[in-house]
């Protein structure tokens, strides 16, 4: 029989053994789930569930519950959350000195490896804790006169227009707004909205690349080439796109871009960027002041004093994830999962879709409503009754449910939502939700 010290000791090595296997657990089950994927194109992985079986097991997140709210934001898979948790105690070992002179300057690491991925310089990202400060950096650095105008859509995100109302209260710039329909006609159809209310004082032109109401992609490289033509500035929230969709962040041909990465990358929470375009970076003011403010330094974006690098160098384990999975791969199962629902459910009468199943305008989200059922009630019903999360949508003629898997969920998690929605469109809600 081992003595007890033996046995404390053979239980740490037990423990330590464990802990290493789980903390690589993320990426070999990538690796094994790459091995079984064959030569199979992404269109032809994204039904594979022997490959994205190995992929949700990366990820320890709760299965009592059914999650599809991944548009607000996502759990990182297990071996971001370990890279973070050992960045943190690395720095609590001395702050002053393992933080600000053995991690922050491993963040350059990071800003090279999120250029590589969104295709650009590393001089051109500026790293962020959110889309929210990437977008307000680009918005209130402008310089603008009273009686400029700003034109975007009434679908942006809410904090990026109050960021433009509070401009409107305090310097006389006018915010512009139009509205389109819920799906628009085409990708076309945006472009020309965003031509015919440009005019002699536009000065910016803000746009989502995907909407944070309905998921609607933006042609944003042709509003983009619309605005460049008229020497207007122009400036993307890519909050839903990066980590989501495929595409080239250097190509779009925009000045200012940024994203959180706690949403599709998976990244710690408190992660983002901004890209600046390298000829905009002088010219341009911090949100926070630096010490030279018309630097050409893209870092004069991230003065804001005393802040963990855990986050942002964990940040470099998601990329890792997103990489082996494969940014192709991603985006089509994430558009196989939505379709699973969106598909079944859109045949049922009183199901109103409010986004484009196209794929072009449209990736792992989509909104719909049941006509006659408040979605805040709907919201409820799911969440008291099945345990599903989702959020409830209601702006403009719109009045649905916001549904958004990620690459953890199962299509048996989809078939558990899309059965709790026909049995309310069967049947109503019953009266103690708010049902007749
Ligand atoms: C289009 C869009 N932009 C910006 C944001 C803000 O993101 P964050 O709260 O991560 O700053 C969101 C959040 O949902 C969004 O949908």
Redesign the pocket.
Not at 220 to 241: L, N, S, Y
Not at 307 to 333: D, M, Q, T, W
Not at 406 to 432: Q, R, S
């Given at each position: 029989m081992p003595s007890r010290r033996e046995f404390l000791l053979r239980s740490a090595a037990t423990g330590a053994f464990a802990c290493a296997m789980f903390r690589d657990d993320a990426i070999a089950r990538v690796q094994a789930a790459d091995r079984g994927a064959g030569g199979a194109s992404p269109d032809e992985l994204a039904g594979n569930e022997g490959y994205w079986g190995q992929i949700q097991r990366a990820f320890a997140v709760d299965r009592s519950i059914i999650n599809l709210n991944n548009?607000?934001v996502n759990p990182s898979p297990r071996m971001v959350q370990d890279a973070m948790r050992r960045h943190v105690e690395y720095a609590n070992q001395i702050p002053s000195r393992n933080l600000w002179q053995v991690q922050d300057p491993k963040v350059e690491t990071v800003r090279a490896r999120i250029a590589r991925q969104f295709r650009c310089d590393p001089e051109e990202i500026a790293i962020t804790r959110?889309?929210?400060e990437s977008?307000e950096i680009a918005l209130y650095g402008l310089d603008l006169q009273r009686g400029d105008e700003v034109l975007t859509t009434s679908q942006d995100?809410p904090?990026?227009i109050n960021t433009l109302k509070q401009r409107e209260l305090r310097e006389g710039i006018v915010l512009e707004t139009f509205s389109f329909p819920n799906p628009p006609p085409t990708l076309d159809a945006l472009v020309r909205e965003f031509k015919r209310n440009i005019t002699e004082r536009t000065r910016a032109v803000l746009m989502?690349h995907m909407?944070?109401y309905t998921g609607q992609i933006f042609p944003v490289r042709e509003i983009c080439a619309v605005a460049r033509e008229k020497g207007i500035t122009a400036i993307v929230?890519g909050?839903?796109a990066f980590g989501h969709i495929v595409f080239d962040g250097g190509a779009i041909g925009c000045d200012f871009y940024g994203t959180?990465l706690?949403?599709w990358l998976h990244a710690p929470i408190g992660t983002?960027f901004l890209y600046v375009r390298r000829d905009r970076i002088a010219g341009h003011w911090p949100l926070m002041a630096a010490a030279e403010p018309k630097k050409d330094d893209i870092r004069k974006f991230e003065e804001i004093g005393t802040h963990p690098a855990a986050n942002r160098l964990a940040v470099a384990e998601a990329l890792v994830f997103y990489e082996g999975i494969g940014p192709r791969r991603k985006e089509a199962r994430l558009r196989y999962l939505r379709d699973r629902f969106a598909r079944r459910l859109a045949v049922h009468d009183r199901v109103k879709l409010y986004t484009s199943l196209d794929p072009d305008q449209s990736c792992g989200m989509a909104t719909l409503g049941i006509e006659g059922i408040d979605s805040g009630v709907l919201r409820k019903h799911l969440w008291g009754k099945h345990r599903i999360f989702v959020t409830a949508i209601k702006f403009e003629e719109i009045d649905g449910i916001r549904v958004s898997p990620n690459v953890y969920t199962t299509p048996i998690e989809i078939d558990v939502f899309c059965e709790a929605m026909e049995g309310v469109i069967k049947n109503g809600l019953p009266p103690a939700d708010g049902g007749e």
């Amino acid at each position: 029989m081992p003595s007890r010290r033996e046995f404390l000791l053979r239980s740490a090595a037990t423990g330590a053994f464990a802990c290493a296997m789980f903390r690589d657990d993320a990426i070999a089950r990538v690796q094994a789930a790459d091995r079984g994927a064959g030569g199979a194109s992404p269109d032809e992985l994204a039904g594979n569930e022997g490959y994205w079986g190995q992929i949700q097991r990366a990820f320890a997140v709760d299965r009592s519950i059914i999650n599809l709210n991944n548009g607000g934001v996502n759990p990182s898979p297990r071996m971001v959350q370990d890279a973070m948790r050992r960045h943190v105690e690395y720095a609590n070992q001395i702050p002053s000195r393992n933080l600000w002179q053995v991690q922050d300057p491993k963040v350059e690491t990071v800003r090279a490896r999120i250029a590589r991925q969104f295709r650009c310089d590393p001089e051109e990202i500026a790293i962020t804790r959110n889309a929210s400060e990437s977008m307000e950096i680009a918005l209130y650095g402008l310089d603008l006169q009273r009686g400029d105008e700003v034109l975007t859509t009434s679908q942006d995100y809410p904090r990026m227009i109050n960021t433009l109302k509070q401009r409107e209260l305090r310097e006389g710039i006018v915010l512009e707004t139009f509205s389109f329909p819920n799906p628009p006609p085409t990708l076309d159809a945006l472009v020309r909205e965003f031509k015919r209310n440009i005019t002699e004082r536009t000065r910016a032109v803000l746009m989502s690349h995907m909407t944070t109401y309905t998921g609607q992609i933006f042609p944003v490289r042709e509003i983009c080439a619309v605005a460049r033509e008229k020497g207007i500035t122009a400036i993307v929230d890519g909050a839903h796109a990066f980590g989501h969709i495929v595409f080239d962040g250097g190509a779009i041909g925009c000045d200012f871009y940024g994203t959180s990465l706690h949403k599709w990358l998976h990244a710690p929470i408190g992660t983002g960027f901004l890209y600046v375009r390298r000829d905009r970076i002088a010219g341009h003011w911090p949100l926070m002041a630096a010490a030279e403010p018309k630097k050409d330094d893209i870092r004069k974006f991230e003065e804001i004093g005393t802040h963990p690098a855990a986050n942002r160098l964990a940040v470099a384990e998601a990329l890792v994830f997103y990489e082996g999975i494969g940014p192709r791969r991603k985006e089509a199962r994430l558009r196989y999962l939505r379709d699973r629902f969106a598909r079944r459910l859109a045949v049922h009468d009183r199901v109103k879709l409010y986004t484009s199943l196209d794929p072009d305008q449209s990736c792992g989200m989509a909104t719909l409503g049941i006509e006659g059922i408040d979605s805040g009630v709907l919201r409820k019903h799911l969440w008291g009754k099945h345990r599903i999360f989702v959020t409830a949508i209601k702006f403009e003629e719109i009045d649905g449910i916001r549904v958004s898997p990620n690459v953890y969920t199962t299509p048996i998690e989809i078939d558990v939502f899309c059965e709790a929605m026909e049995g309310v469109i069967k049947n109503g809600l019953p009266p103690a939700d708010g049902g007749e």
